[in-house]
């Protein structure tokens, strides 16, 4: 197993090209059906910014990132509650950040390769309490949801929008076990 500090941190140019990926690759799929399955950039963005060097920094981006996600896509909430809106926006970007600030530490304590076990899991449980056991209830712009209008894809795993989540990351976190060996698990 790698130890936890094995890994190579990402820089500022990394960490904002990744972020940037995130916000964009988020967007497009759930603005544009066919592009749909750009949801797996997104999280592998994330998955991704799990090298952040900070728990700190790693809790804030994953704050502006879910704001840049969650404002335009819920922009609606300005014309109900006005600015209260930017309130229940950082609600959902409080999240973000919390997955990212968790995936952080997860890889510093446990290391790259229990790490890919337990993001999945880690991505799943907090995007299920947020939707379903939070007081709030905020299950907009969960991942499975990218592929709403592709009833088939659920029919075809056989997983719903929480499973379609968990399998996504699981994919993107076990393919980054067969990079090159001198490289550590999520490192380019």
């Given at each position: 197993?790698?130890?936890?500090?094995?890994?190579?941190?990402?820089?500022?140019?990394?960490?904002?090209?990744?972020?940037?990926?995130?916000?964009?690759?988020?967007?497009?799929?759930?603005?544009?059906?066919?592009?749909?399955?750009?949801?797996?950039?997104?999280?592998?963005?994330?998955?991704?910014?799990?090298?952040?060097?900070?728990?700190?920094?790693?809790?804030?981006?994953?704050?502006?990132?879910?704001?840049?996600?969650?404002?335009?896509?819920?922009?609606?909430?300005?014309?109900i509650f006005k600015s209260a809106a930017i309130a229940l926006w950082a609600v959902l970007a409080f999240w973000m950040g919390l997955f990212l600030l968790l995936s952080q530490l997860?890889?510093?304590?446990?290391?790259?390769?229990?790490?890919?076990?337990?993001?999945?899991?880690?991505?799943?449980?907090?995007?299920?309490?947020?939707?379903?056991?939070?007081?709030?209830?905020?299950?907009?712009?969960?991942?499975?949801?990218?592929?709403?209008?592709?009833?088939?894809?659920?029919?075809?795993?056989?997983?719903?929008?929480?499973?379609?989540?968990?399998?996504?990351?699981?994919?993107?976190?076990?393919?980054?076990?067969?990079?090159?060996?001198?490289?550590?698990?999520?490192?380019?």
């Amino acid at each position: 197993m790698n130890a936890p500090n094995s890994c190579a941190e990402l820089n500022w140019k990394q960490t904002i090209l990744y972020s940037l990926g995130a916000i964009a690759s988020f967007h497009l799929a759930y603005t544009f059906p066919p592009c749909s399955f750009l949801i797996t950039v997104y999280l592998f963005c994330l998955f991704r910014l799990a090298n952040l060097n900070a728990s700190r920094k790693a809790f804030y981006i994953g704050f502006v990132i879910g704001m840049a996600i969650f404002a335009p896509q819920l922009g609606f909430f300005w014309n109900i509650f006005k600015s209260a809106a930017i309130a229940l926006w950082a609600v959902l970007a409080f999240w973000m950040g919390l997955f990212l600030l968790l995936s952080q530490l997860a890889r510093k304590q446990f290391g790259a390769k229990l790490f890919v076990l337990i993001v999945p899991f880690l991505w799943m449980g907090l995007e299920y309490f947020r939707s379903e056991l939070y007081y709030l209830r905020f299950s907009w712009a969960n991942v499975g949801y990218a592929f709403s209008n592709s009833p088939n894809a659920f029919k075809f795993f056989g997983l719903g929008v929480y499973g379609i989540g968990f399998l996504l990351m699981a994919i993107i976190a076990a393919l980054s076990l067969f990079r090159r060996k001198t490289s550590c698990v999520a490192i380019t």
